[in-house]
């Protein structure tokens, strides 16, 4: 089967956003903050914005299963208080787990943070376990920068981290290193901010020994990585002179790379760097990029044709791209596929 | 011939960093603030600092000429106001221009600006100027974030930094968008703030219509232009979304990729997606990376060697890499080429 393990709901019906402005005018105007029984939204309208968004995309180009969270650029930490996030994140996850009960073959939740800058990371774990624990979510999304573009937070080997991470060993599911929109007029949000985390996350996991307080800890760091493949042998060299283990040891038993690369040489230049094992199947479809290649006449976002392209891969290579290496990375769905498979 | 586009003085004698520490200790107590003439640096002590250094592995790799520009990370332009950056800029200057003096067929100066977080960056066209028509610099580098990591100053097709933009196409002079240290603990100077300006600023350049205004303005994007060619797929498609022109015209009659990539495959991927022409050989030696990769036992910031070896390149392709794009986006340098051997 071919996992997608970079999915969000950008898809949702209007009345999330309608939902969510009022919530913004509320932080402002509290007569005008909504309840979150205000929001309505019907079985009928999910199903109706997967079949013909998600869902009709994944038949066309024979994917099986999407790893899905809210919407990343909506999940906007920046906005108001950790109350306002905590209601937020609460109404995005909710969602995403009644799109993967109607769709239980096609769709996994993975869990937004109620994140809100300079407030403690742990106020996030009753959020993180209600999703594990009721919603059967099978990872999470971790913002390295709620501020938004202004980078207040400390680096991710920073010890105010650790309260996630040790929920995370403990439930045995990685996090996706994932920023949300950009409100530093600097920053494009998906061309400049995303790609800029992930090298940015990189690089902090280089510099800090995280794994050597948490072996088991595992990242999963999008859009191939940022910038970081493509300069394999800066970061090879900067390890070095930093004193650190050679990469394949310092990062590569817990750091993971998608396949959200909208290009052949790209995904080629991925897979002759990063070993097998530690890239995941993603498109992040329907995401940033929604386009058409004038080169190729397919989508940007159709990464499957580049996985099938690529010389550098064989048959079982493609394995563990599609599937071997999602179900060894998020064990709870494993787990899940298993036990659906045994009824 | 081989130029080299990319060279700072990493290697200038301690007593400059002395001098500069004087300096940013009189930022508290102006008792303490050193005069320029305090500085003494003898032309025997450079001689020495560029032989033992930068010359060595020059003549070790056959590279005949180094574009040389103070050093980045010691920029620092978010170290007190615009006399101090000015002050400082005057000197990192001076001391590339007596290099260039002392080894004139090895050394061309570039200019750093006295940039200050928040300073109208029309204060450094005087120290600019100078450099250009007194020390013979062929270009400059020029910091979108002054604030070393903080990324408070407008993008780069803002109107403010219009007043330097005119400048360079009066003189013909290209510029390296070049950031400075990181004064963020999210982002490690070389690993992170320097890939993610170059990503940064190539989007900032997609979002704008810079080029529009300014059509014979030049950028060199450091560092293999950051995460661009590797995403090129991800560009070309939002580009697209935002209803701009392709990007072979929107950005690549303008702007220009060194070769800072330290290992073949990124090298290789480079050559691959982004034309000949907007391609210049550069090295950053002596710089982030100075130590011997142990995969295959040469430097990691031995670029020439990647060029040899990539595949997709032929003479005539190496001989543009080298030489002749630097002759067309540095008109001067050439101009100064030429003087000479007409002598």
Same mark, same amino acid.
């Given at each position: 089967m071919i996992i997608d393990c970079h999915g969000h709901y950008t898809t949702a019906p209007k009345a999330l956003e309608a939902w969510r402005n009022q919530q913004i005018a509320g932080i402002q105007d509290p007569v005008m903050m909504p309840k979150v029984a205000d929001l309505k939204i019907s079985d009928d309208e999910l199903i109706e914005?997967?079949?013909?968004?998600?869902?009709?995309?994944? #038949?066309? *180009?024979?994917?099986?299963?999407?790893?899905?969270?809210?919407?990343?650029?909506?999940?906007?930490?920046? =906005?108001?208080?950790?109350?306002?996030?905590s209601t937020w994140a609460a109404i995005c996850n909710e969602l995403c787990y009644r799109v993967s009960q109607l769709f239980p073959d096609n769709f996994v939740p993975v869990a937004m943070l109620p994140q809100s800058p300079g407030v403690d990371p742990a106020t996030c774990i009753p959020e993180l376990e209600k999703c594990v624990t009721q919603y059967g979510n099978v990872g999470l999304n971790l913002n390295p920068d709620p501020s938004g573009g202004h980078w207040t937070s400390?680096?991710? #080997?920073? *010890?105010?981290?650790?309260?996630?991470?040790?929920?995370?060993?403990?439930?045995?599911?990685?996090?996706? =290193?994932?920023?949300?929109?950009?409100?530093?007029?600097c920053f494009h949000t998906t061309g400049a901010h995303y790609i800029n985390a992930d090298t940015t996350a990189v690089m902090q996991l280089?510099?800090?020994?995280?794994?050597k307080d948490f072996p088991s800890l595992r990242f999963v760091i999008p859009h191939g990585g940022g910038a970081a493949p493509y300069h394999w042998g800066r970061y090879r060299g900067l390890a070095q002179e930093l004193k650190k283990p050679v990469l394949a040891d310092h990062l590569l038993n817990n750091i993971y790379f998608d396949t959200c690369v909208y290009h052949q040489p790209g995904i080629d230049l991925l897979n002759r760097v990063i070993p097998v094992k530690n890239v995941l199947f993603g498109s992040e479809m329907i995401g940033a990029v929604r386009g058409i290649d004038p080169e190729t006449g397919n989508y940007f976002d159709d990464t499957k044709r580049y996985i099938e392209s690529c010389p550098a891969l064989n048959a079982d290579d493609r394995y563990q791209i599609y599937e071997?290496?999602?179900?060894?990375?998020?064990?709870?769905?494993d787990a899940t596929l298993k036990a659906r498979a045994a009824k």
């Open positions: 914005s997967i079949q013909s968004n998600q869902l009709r995309l994944m #038949t066309e *180009r024979g994917l099986d299963l999407t790893l899905f969270s809210p919407r990343a650029s909506f999940m906007a930490h920046h =906005i108001g208080d950790f109350q306002v996030s400390p680096p991710l #080997t920073d *010890r105010a981290w650790y309260p996630i991470y040790e929920k995370m060993v403990e439930f045995d599911i990685p996090a996706m =290193i994932h920023v949300s929109t950009s409100c530093n007029a280089i510099q800090g020994d995280l794994f071997g290496n999602a179900r060894r990375v998020y064990p709870r769905l």
